[in-house]
């Protein structure tokens, strides 16, 4: 006699796969897109403030998406960026201008550091920005120049190597124009090489150097200034500087009365380049004139820039940069102004001083090294 057992067999229901998780909404009432548009209005000053609301927001505030949104709503602002040489420790080190934004009343700026560039001796390096990076271009290490070019991303204020230039440089001219990057001298012509790249242009977007055609006569090795204006590169040498326009190739030498009248570090502003003359004197000059002018309305508001003293465009505004002494202390004032430009009916240069302030103290024999300006 034979037994069945009859074994209730349960049907397998294949397993459904988990929904794909929703990354949570920047705001949560709110579409991203229409998030992103009311974020990218929002003062950078405030982005530390909101990378603390959540992690999708913390991640937004470094994404290029933002900053995208912001150029394309016309909400980018302008920001200042100063390198000092320590002297203390002989190390060149990097900070941005910041305003408090906890006090509305009393908008305090002042320098906060970055962190340190991964070569910090470099003495003599030249420096772009370019969108929202800033470069710092050869320089020469215990007496030796250098190749090597950093990028600081202005953004998420990361150091990054970028690549190197055919020939080793310090104390080169360099200016930005149409998003490439020209660096002019700082070399001895006593090869080939550096014949023929006595001047070398480089385009971020295909990471490659080129050489520029130069003829032999106007090349010298020292650069003590240099200046973009109206899509002309602009090479301060210690004799004779010379200028190089972009769309036509063509190099000139630099108008005699530009050339006497330039002392130290200068800036554009709608076409007029602005320096300091022998005097301690900010003056500019009108390119299209040829002739210096006098800025007028700062003779009690601010000193004789005899030495350390730089400036910067920021949005239009003239931003001076100098040391001032203080006293017999041990410590070395960097102050900064904010001043507004204008010409007036009569073809005269007049500035308005908006603030002037101290925005850091160093060790006494801290020096200004350069500034310039990023829109973020």
Same mark, same amino acid.
């Given at each position: 006699?034979?037994?069945?057992?009859?074994?209730?067999?349960?049907?397998?229901?294949?397993?459904?796969?988990?929904?794909?998780?929703?990354?949570?909404?920047?705001?949560?009432?709110?579409?991203?897109?229409?998030?992103?548009?009311?974020?990218?209005?929002?003062?950078?000053?405030?982005?530390?403030?909101?990378?603390?609301?959540?992690?999708?927001?913390?991640?937004?505030?470094?994404?290029?998406?933002?900053?995208?949104?912001?150029?394309?709503?016309?909400?980018?602002?302008?920001?200042?960026?100063?390198?000092?040489?320590?002297?203390?420790?002989?190390?060149?080190?990097?900070?941005?201008?910041?305003?408090?934004?906890?006090?509305?009343?009393?908008?305090?700026?002042?320098?906060?550091?970055?962190?340190?560039?991964?070569?910090?001796?470099?003495?003599?390096?030249?420096?772009?920005?370019?969108?929202?990076?800033?470069?710092?271009?050869?320089?020469?290490?215990?007496?030796?120049?250098?190749?090597?070019?950093?990028?600081?991303?202005?953004?998420?204020?990361?150091?990054? &190597?970028? @690549?190197?230039?055919?020939?080793?440089?310090?104390?080169? /001219?360099?200016?930005? #124009? !149409?998003? $490439?990057? +020209?660096?002019?001298?700082?070399?001895?012509?006593?090869?080939?090489?550096?014949?023929?790249?006595?001047?070398?242009?480089?385009?971020?977007?295909?990471?490659?150097?080129?050489?520029? &055609?130069? @003829?032999?006569?106007?090349?010298?090795?020292?650069?003590? /200034?240099?200046?973009? #204006? !109206?899509? $002309?590169? +602009?090479?301060?040498?210690?004799?004779?500087?010379?200028?190089?326009?972009?769309?036509?190739?063509?190099?000139?030498?630099?108008?005699?009365?530009?050339?006497?009248?330039?002392?130290?570090?200068?800036?554009?502003?709608?076409?007029?380049?602005?320096?300091?003359?022998?005097?301690?004197?900010?003056?500019?000059?009108?390119?299209?004139?040829?002739?210096?002018?006098?800025?007028?309305?700062?003779?009690?508001?601010?000193?004789?820039?005899?030495?350390?003293?730089?400036?910067?465009?920021?949005?239009?505004?003239?931003?001076?940069?100098?040391?001032?002494?203080?006293?017999?202390?041990?410590?070395?004032?960097?102050?900064?102004?904010?001043?507004?430009?204008?010409?007036?009916?009569?073809?005269?240069?007049?500035?308005?001083?908006?603030?002037?302030?101290?925005?850091?103290?160093?060790?006494?024999?801290?020096?200004?090294?350069?500034?310039?300006?990023?829109?973020?």
């Amino acid at each position: 006699m034979s037994t069945s057992t009859n074994t209730n067999t349960a049907a397998v229901k294949p397993s459904t796969p988990p929904e794909p998780t929703q990354p949570p909404r920047l705001i949560p009432s709110l579409p991203d897109d229409l998030a992103l548009n009311i974020i990218a209005r929002v003062p950078r000053r405030h982005h530390p403030t909101l990378s603390l609301v959540s992690k999708s927001m913390k991640s937004l505030i470094s994404s290029p998406l933002l900053y995208a949104a912001r150029s394309l709503l016309s909400c980018a602002e302008h920001f200042l960026y100063i390198s000092l040489r320590l002297h203390t420790s002989h190390f060149m080190r990097f900070y941005t201008l910041y305003q408090n934004p906890n006090n509305p009343l009393n908008p305090k700026y002042s320098l906060i550091p970055l962190p340190p560039i991964p070569s910090p001796s470099l003495v003599g390096s030249a420096f772009a920005a370019i969108n929202h990076k800033i470069y710092v271009l050869g320089g020469s290490i215990k007496d030796i120049p250098s190749p090597q070019v950093w990028s600081l991303d202005c953004r998420t204020h990361k150091w990054e &190597p970028a @690549p190197n230039m055919h020939v080793s440089r310090e104390f080169a /001219a360099a200016g930005a #124009v !149409d998003d $490439k990057i +020209y660096v002019i001298g700082g070399c001895v012509v006593d090869n080939w090489a550096r014949s023929k790249n006595w001047a070398e242009v480089y385009d971020p977007k295909t990471g490659k150097w080129n050489s520029v &055609p130069s @003829p032999i006569q106007i090349r010298d090795k020292w650069m003590h /200034a240099s200046a973009v #204006v !109206d899509g $002309k590169v +602009y090479a301060m040498a210690d004799r004779n500087g010379v200028c190089y326009e972009v769309k036509s190739g063509n190099w000139e030498t630099v108008d005699s009365d530009l050339d006497n009248g330039w002392r130290g570090r200068a800036c554009v502003i709608d076409g007029v380049l602005f320096c300091y003359d022998y005097l301690g004197n900010i003056r500019g000059y009108d390119v299209k004139e040829g002739t210096w002018k006098e800025l007028k309305g700062l003779e009690k508001g601010l000193p004789r820039f005899l030495c350390g003293a730089t400036m910067a465009n920021l949005g239009g505004k003239l931003m001076v940069v100098w040391e001032s002494k203080n006293g017999g202390g041990k410590e070395t004032e960097i102050r900064c102004a904010e001043i507004e430009v204008k010409t007036n009916e009569a073809g005269e240069l007049w500035g308005n001083i908006e603030w002037s302030d101290v925005v850091l103290l160093v060790p006494r024999e801290a020096s200004i090294v350069h500034c310039l300006a990023v829109a973020l």
